[in-house]
């Protein structure tokens, strides 16, 4: 690695900006100088470039690049900023690393968030005011980029009526969500799939509705079944029994 001149200089200036602040106290003991490049945007518009140096866990200057110059927050830490900002070098340095956050956070933000796959719900939730006693929700979660498409399927064939859907929701954190809604009424056999497609998959995902069976409809199937059981058990026991009838032997007796 290859230091320049200038930053050589620059690094002399704030190794007398802390010695300076050394100075200032004599039980100073800890010293700290933190960069911060921080922006929201994918384009780098908003990128702002902080630099802040601490003494005893004490902030005592800063730069910010949206202020374009340093700022201190003790009387002899503002002398030093006034100073520091008076320097045409310094104040280019630092406007060369501002541009170098602006520029680095494009292709940070591309590198780190090319594509995020989205993870999936299904849900089934009643219908309020709807002609359909049902709906289910396909929900699809934190996914980068924005664009992406949900579909609905019925037995394979698109559904395109009774169908609602959210706009990408931001998260906030870069990521989005969406949520679309079907509404239906069941059919006996019938198929039901949400079909998602995203540039972070290779081909579109699909994920089947499996309905939860009703309490009371468990309940019933698993008397049926006990039913069944019991007649099955009852049909065995005749067939043994007659089985052993027909082949019991009689003895005669003779008298004397």
Known sequence: MTISSSDMKHSAV??????TFSAFSESALYGQFLGHCQFSSNDGHDAVYLEQYYFNKMLLAQYNSTLGKMVGYTKKAMKVADTLNKNQEFVTHEKWKTRLCKENSQLLYKGLLNSVEPYVRLRSVKAASSTHPAM???SVYNFYPKQIKVTWLRDGKEVTSDVTSTEELSNGNWLYQIHSHLEYTPRFGEKITCRVE???????????????PDPGTQKITIGIVGLLLGLVFLVAGLIYYKKKSAVRVMVPTTEL
Do not use: G, Q, R
């Not at 704030?14 to 010695?19: F, H, P, S, T, Y």
């Open 14 to 19: 704030i190794i007398l900006m802390l010695n």
């Open 136 to 138: 289910l929700i396909c």
């Open 198 to 212: 995203h540039a972070s998959l290779t081909k579109p995902k699909f994920y089947d509705w499996e309905p939860v």
